[in-house]
Structures are given as C-alpha cells and as structure tokens.
C-alpha cells in the first residue's frame, strides 16, 4: 500500500483541508468496524503510540492508538492553524506538522512568494522530509490553496525541486471576477506559472461554481418536496455532526472541495475491483506537459449534502457528470474538446457499468482524432457515507481556456494602468519582468488549447506515407 502527503497553504487550503480529515476520518469510521490500524488508514495517516519516548509509529494490524495526518500545515497567518488545534481535529496533527507566522503576505504574492518563501524555505523543506520519512511508500503529495490570495510560501516548484520522483497534484481555488482582493488576478496569474511549469495535474475550481451549487442544494432543501431535506448529520451543514464543531463560513464550499478530494483518494484508500493508482492519473490524462488542468465533476451533488432524494441510477449519475451543472468550474465541456477523460466509480458497480456507459455517451463527446479511446476508469468498492454510489469525472478538456481568458483579462484591466504594481515591485527580490512573464506563459497556455480546439470536427491528416518503388 501507498502513502500520501496533503499540504495545505494559506487560510483556504487549510480550511480545506481541515474539512477533508474531518471527513475522512468519517468515512474510516463507517468502514473499519474493528478499530484496526488497516492498510486503507495507512495511505493518509499514522498511528502513533504516545507511550512510547520516541512516538514511535504502530504497524499495520495493530489496534488504532492515535491517528496522525500525513499532512504539512504552513500559512503565514496563525488564526485558522490556531482554530485546527483548538477543535476536536487537534489530536490529528502535531506541531512538527505546522508552520506559522503572525503577519500574513497581505494579499501580495511578491510578499509570500519571496520574503516569505525564502525566510522558511528551510524549514518547510524540515517539515515536509519528516513527513515523507514517516511514509513506507510515498506516492504523491497533494497541494490544497487558493490562487487569488498572497500565500504562495510554498508551491509546486518547491516540491518538484526537493521530491522531484513523487507526483504532484494541485487543487487550485480559482476567484470569482467579484472576488474582495483587488489584487486577485495578479496574484492568479503569477500562480498560474508555477503551476503550469512545476505541477503534474491541477485541478481548478472556481468559488463561483462553489456558490452556485451550494446555493442549488439550498434551493432544494427548501423546496418543500418529499425527501429533500437535508439530513441532520450532514456534510454541507458540518456543525450539525460532522467532528469540526460550529458551522463556520465557506464550510459548505469548503466540503465540495474536500468530497472531490475524497473520491480521488478512494482507490488509494479502500479496495476496488478496478483500482486506480494516483500515479496513472497524470500518466493517463496529460499528454502533454503544460496541459495538465483536469476540470472535476461530481455526481450525485446531493452527496455534497447528504441530501435525502430518491437513489439516482447509474446511468444517469454518468450522464450528469458531463453536463455543466456538476463541473466545479463555469464550463460545458460537451462543446469543447477532449483530450482524456478519466471516470472514478465508488460503490456496487461493475466493469460492464463503466462500459456500457462509456459506449452510450462516446457519439455526444468530442475527442480529440488521435486520442479517441482516451478513458481512464476506476472502481472502488466502498462508497460515500449514507450513499449506493458516486462518481467523479476528471476531464482533460479544451472547455477551461474561457476561465483563463478571463483571468487574463482581469489581469490586464489592472497591468495596463499599472494599479497597485508599486505593492509587489517593493518588495525585495521581485521584479516587473516576472508580470510579463506569468502573462506571457497564460497566453501561450492559452494559445495550445486554442490550437487544439481549432481541430474539434475534422480529423488529423495523416502523416504522407513513403511511396515504395516497384
């Protein structure tokens, strides 16, 4: 069995991932009935013995002791690290785990990027080779945070500098154009250059999709209609008892987010019949380097909220995961080209499933000519708490260039009259050309798909052939 490493920067990605362990833990819980250290416990936590001098970690099959999270905790403000260790997941993290500041990067990339980045470098380097040392097998690290904010202390090139074999996946929250950091596009498409350069999958949310859905479950849940209401154990409303205590704002965004998150992990944790290792992930889906932003979908979305509806069949369940009401990000990817697709099936469902359905839906997919059988599909046996069945899409398409070219005009409304420039150009190592170069790097990304959409309808031509003489 493999492991994994989360790390979770700045005040989303911890708030993301506190929602994560929450209800990961959850979902263990409903499974091992036994209270063993299993091998599925092994791929995200240890299990620590405290009575020993040393701390040292127990093996598998032995009773459960103390869960610890394979995690790395950094931001540069201390509230929402703080609010962790006082909750009820305080015994999941210890403080070798954490890494804290007190004045934060105040929205400003330049300020966590380079003063921060380099002032702890040294440290979270400490911190996350802890982390791996505990690990038997390690697999991939998982990174969780937002591109609008200025944490960016720790990112995908820091990783592929000092674990340059372990895969990198990203899950990046992507702002809204109404977002309350004016700041935000520079700082997302500073982002977007490390991530298009250094990580191996990323997957992009938009918070705008976040709220759309959550405010669709809402819409639901208030209808009035038999079986929509939402139950009181409930994901989405987490105060209402998940582990995480009171309801706290963007929880319900928040665990959209960390179901995503479950699900990719299932194979890594639970058994299936048709396992799939995180690994194929980028193996599979990016056949090109730069190419590596997977849109998510999820279905049902009632599972988001532990809504109580009218179990939805398999078909249909793999029929909504393509239609745009499921994609985390504003897109339809049934108008836009595909270059992979991979389709992650948990509960009682069998090979002849994925098969059926993938058969039924190829005439309504546009694929790329040369890639026409590029499906990824995995199954595992265990499904979500309370739930038959789910599914998660991850769809390497052409349909995410629309959110880029709108951050990249959102960016160029504030480079073009030079506002607030003086905030990152002050701050000791950052220079204009790396705004010229982030732009650069989005317009060419930018450019590629543009290049694969223009052959959407027409096949490739085939390379001429050498005519043999006779």
Known sequence: MTQSVVVQVGQCGNQVGCRFWDLALREHAHVNKKG???????????????????????????RIQHLKARAVLVDMEEGVVNEILQGPLREVFDSTQ???????????????????????????????RKAVEHCDCLQCFFLIHSMGGGEKVLDSNLLEEEFPEVCRI??????????????????????????????DCVLPIENQSLVDIVDKIKRMSHSGKPGLVIKRDSTIISGQGGLSGAEKPFD?????????????TSSARFEG??????????????????????????????????????????????????????QLIRADPKHSLYLACALMVR??????????????????LPFVSWNQEGWKTGLCSVPPVGHSHSLLALANNTCVK???????????????????LHHYLQ?????????????????SLIEEYHHLDATKGRLMPDAPRLSIAR
């Open 427 to 443: 701050v000791e190592g950052m220079e204009q050309s790396f705004f010229s170069e982030a732009t650069n790097s989005l317009s």
């Open 347 to 364: 509960g009682n469902a069998q090979v002849s499933d994925l098969r059926r359905n993938i058969e039924r839906l190829k005439p309504s």
């Open 402 to 420: 629309p959110t880029f070219m709108e951050l990249r005009d959102r960016f160029t409304k504030l480079y073009r009259k030079k506002a607030h």
């Open 98 to 128: 954490l890494l804290t500041d007190v004045s934060g990067s105040g929205n400003n990339w330049a300020v966590g990027h380079m003063t921060y980045g380099s002032a702890y470098r040294e440290q979270i380097v400490d911190k996350l």
């Open 170 to 199: 990203v899950t990046s929250i992507y702002p809204s154009a109404e977002d309350d950091v004016i700041t935000s596009p520079y700082n997302s498409v500073l982002a977007m250059r490390e991530l298009t350069e250094h990580a």
């Open 273 to 326: 019949s048709l396992n799939m290792d995180l690994n194929e992930i980028a193996m599979n889906l990016v056949p090109f380097p730069r190419l590596h932003y997977l849109v998510p979908s999820l279905t049902p979305l009632y599972t988001l909220a532990d809504v109580s509806v009218p179990t939805r069949r398999l078909d249909q369940m793999f029929s909504d995961a393509f239609s745009k009401d499921h």
């Open 36 to 62: 063993l250290y299993d091998e599925a416990l092994s791929s995200f936590f240890r299990n620590v013995d405290s009575r020993k001098s040393d701390g040292g970690a127990c093996g598998i099959g032995g």
């Open 252 to 264: 319900a965004m928040n665990n959209i987010v960390a179901n995503l998150l479950l699900n990719i």
